[in-house]
């Protein structure tokens, strides 16, 4: 499965990646919003938005983009490691797999 993650502490880059990766998923993190990040988005499977760390032009954007491909968003205030364990955990009961598309 391919997970967008968007918003988070910048310093937990790296682990967000991790810990998608020893789960057996791709991962894209954006803890800044990038030049033409409706593009850099691509086309997951889910997208974890953490709402408490993300500027709502981010929001905005990647809430339009998920809908106009049709991609799945959980969304979460808490941006800890915990947290996206949980979230992950999530995405792999609720979300029915496809192809990676990143």
């Known amino acids: 499965m391919s997970i967008v993650v968007i918003g988070g502490h910048d310093g ?22 990038p030049p ?19 500027s709502h032009k981010m929001i905005v954007t990647a809430v339009k983009e998920a809908k106009k491909n049709n991609i799945k968003i959980i969304r979460s205030h808490s941006c800890s490691t915990s947290s996206l364990e949980g979230l992950i955990q999530q995405m792999e009961t609720t979300f029915s797999s496809k192809p990676s598309t990143m």
Request: glycine share 12%.
């Open 12 to 33: 937990m880059h790296k682990e967000y990646k991790e810990i998608i990766g020893r789960r057996g998923h791709q991962a894209k993190v954006y803890t800044q919003m």
């Open 36 to 54: 033409r990040f409706e593009k850099a988005i691509g086309k997951p499977d889910g997208v974890i938005l953490f709402t408490g760390t993300v």
